[in-house]
């Protein structure tokens, strides 16, 4: 089955630590996409990926991280910078960045950090 | 204000109501999504949309590009169909998606 996974559901970690978020894909799709979801807000976008070992900073990128070294795999790190970290991330591919494309989602993380 | 505005924010409705959700964006765009995520926070692609209107099953999407709006219907709602709706645009040479904020769909059997 072709899809987006993301691991782990739920990740707890201390004040102060950098985290890394796992996502893959299989769907052979050149772009990807990490959101950050608060409560009562609309999807914001942190960073997205056209094409392997390229990623462009989206709308909240200050104290994440990426790579794109795998044409699958689109790890997020939340580093200790990031001063409200505890939030739902979702991963997402599409075949392109072009607007008639679609965009498939991972299940999401739920990162909460004390 | 925001570049898409939904609404409503939170809509409960009986088991078989005919649902409307309205998103209105105030951009050109090329494209606008129609998305649900369910409780566990998984979202699936239902509809995208340039003009004109989409059919699935029991659901019905619509866009106005003129009026720059677009409007989700499900009819015979049923309770599986309570999850939030989200409306993304693609602005005109744009290469990322504009959110709504969501409207939260509680059917009551």
């Known amino acids: 089955d072709g899809g987006i996974t993301q691991s782990p559901k739920y990740l707890f970690r201390k004040e102060g630590q950098n985290v890394t978020l796992s996502c893959e894909q299989n769907?052979?799709?050149?772009?990807m996409y990490w959101y950050r979801q608060d409560p009562g807000q609309g999807l914001r976008l942190i960073y997205y990926s056209q094409i392997v070992n390229d990623f462009q900073k989206g709308d909240i990128a200050e104290g994440y991280s990426v790579s794109r070294e795998k044409k699958e795999s689109f790890p997020l790190t939340v580093t200790s910078a990031q001063k409200n970290p505890t939030a739902f991330y979702l991963c997402?591919?599409?075949?392109?960045?072009?607007?008639?494309?679609?965009?498939?989602f991972g299940p999401g993380t739920r990162l909460t950090v004390t | 204000k925001n570049e898409v505005e939904q609404s409503p924010q939170n809509l409960t409705a009986q088991e078989g109501e005919f649902i409307t959700i309205n998103c209105s964006y105030s951009v050109g765009i090329s494209a606008l999504h129609w998305l649900q995520q369910h409780p566990g926070g998984g979202i699936v692609s239902l509809f995208m949309?340039?003009?004109g209107k989409k059919k699935h099953g029991r659901l019905i999407a619509t866009i106005n590009i003129q009026e720059k709006h677009s409007s989700l219907h499900i009819t015979a709602s049923h309770p599986r169909d309570s999850a939030v709706y989200i409306c993304a645009v693609r602005g005109q040479g744009a290469q990322k998606l504009v959110f709504g904020q969501g409207t939260r769909l509680t059917i009551n059997p």
């Open positions: 949309l340039s003009s």
């Open positions: 997402a591919s599409s075949i392109g960045t072009e607007g008639y494309y679609e965009q498939y």
């Open positions: 769907l052979n799709h050149d772009a």
